[in-house]
């Protein structure tokens, strides 16, 4: 099927082909604009085929067969609140995987593992931010699991893993995931911290997951984010959607919710030429981290 072909709903219910027509400029700037604001994703001119394919396939489910139609339904009130919702998985990236990007997290078992004494007073608090369907905050469980395993308090942590999408979110909240998936995990983890389920499909242990809760935060809206005094934070694959001047302002405040001492991980080279009165660099050049000083 051609990219401007689709099925349009006919009011009879029955599917017909009829060709969707190429995005005007005027349209594809209305709907850049519209999800820059909304979420600070950037969809360069390279990406025009990308938003107009997944408009389109969700016009053709919804029977809409001009972009300035779908435009109004969205950014209708309420009701478009629901759909945009639902548009938005079709906009963004959320691709994942279990301990992305390796040094990251050998950082981060290094850093805890020497911080295993001060979690009797005040446990450990974890957050991913733009945490897809689970496997970033699982991964930040597993490795404070790991470092604190063979303390008097095993469970002296908590994640907090946020996204924008409510069915990543609702991915990550259910815990459950393929076998292809585990496959990047280290085998004794993947037992240590999985139990197969009769679909074949492997859900995360109770124990691990009740110290991983999920909630819906656009990193946009982060002086409305509740969290405080975090010991690490990880923004990975995320800041790359946007634009520099944005990068810099999110993660100014993502260091002021850092506790004394705490850890900020980015992916490489998403920022550039970043700094910050209270934080310092770690000295590894395969990371992108900064500890907060203090
Ligand atoms: C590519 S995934 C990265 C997942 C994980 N951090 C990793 O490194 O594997 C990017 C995630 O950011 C989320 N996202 C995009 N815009 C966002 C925003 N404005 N606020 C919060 N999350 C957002 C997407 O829904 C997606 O789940």
Redesign the pocket.
């Known amino acids: 099927m051609n990219e401007g072909e689709g099925h349009g709903m006919q009011p009879s219910g029955v599917w017909a082909l009829k060709p969707l027509a190429d995005m005007s400029a005027a349209e594809f700037h209305d709907w850049r604009a519209l999800l820059e604001d909304r979420?600070?994703?950037v969809i360069g001119d390279q990406r025009r085929a990308f938003l107009q394919t997944n408009l389109s396939a969700r016009m053709r489910e919804l029977g809409v067969d001009d972009y300035g139609s779908y435009y109004r339904q969205v950014t209708d009130g309420p009701r478009g609140a629901v759909e945009w919702s639902t548009l938005?998985d079709r906009l963004?990236?959320?691709?994942?995987?279990f301990f992305?990007?390796p040094p990251s997290f050998e950082v981060l078992d290094v850093y805890l593992r020497e911080r295993t004494a001060q979690v009797e007073q005040r446990p450990w608090a974890l957050w991913?931010?733009?945490?897809?369907?689970g496997?970033?905050p699982y991964s930040l469980a597993i490795a404070a699991a790991e470092a604190l395993r063979d303390t008097p308090w095993p469970e002296h942590f908590g994640v907090t893993g946020?996204?924008?999408?409510l069915n990543?979110l609702s991915k990550a909240r259910d815990a459950s995931y393929g076998p292809r998936r585990l496959q990047q995990l280290d085998e004794v983890l993947a037992e240590r911290y999985f139990r197969r389920q009769d679909d074949g499909r492997f859900k995360v242990v109770p124990n691990l997951a009740a110290r991983v809760c999920c909630a819906r935060?656009?990193?946009?809206e982060l002086a409305k984010a509740p969290m405080s005094g975090m010991d690490v934070i990880?923004?990975?694959?995320?800041l790359i959607?946007f634009r520099r001047w944005r990068r810099r302002e999110i993660l100014n405040r993502l260091a002021e919710r850092l506790a004394p001492g705490g850890l900020l991980v980015v992916?490489v080279g998403e920022v550039s030429g970043w700094h910050h009165p209270d934080l310092q660099p770690v000295a590894d050049e395969r990371v992108l981290a900064f500890t907060r000083k203090g």
């Not at 991913?128 to 369907?133: A, D, F, L, M, T």
């Not at 990880?234 to 995320?238: E, P, R, S, T, V």
């Open positions: 979420t600070g994703l938005l963004t990236v959320q691709e994942t995987r992305r990007h991913s931010v733009g945490c897809s369907s496997e970033e946020t996204d924008i999408s990543a935060l656009n990193v946009l990880f923004c990975q694959n995320l959607y992916g």
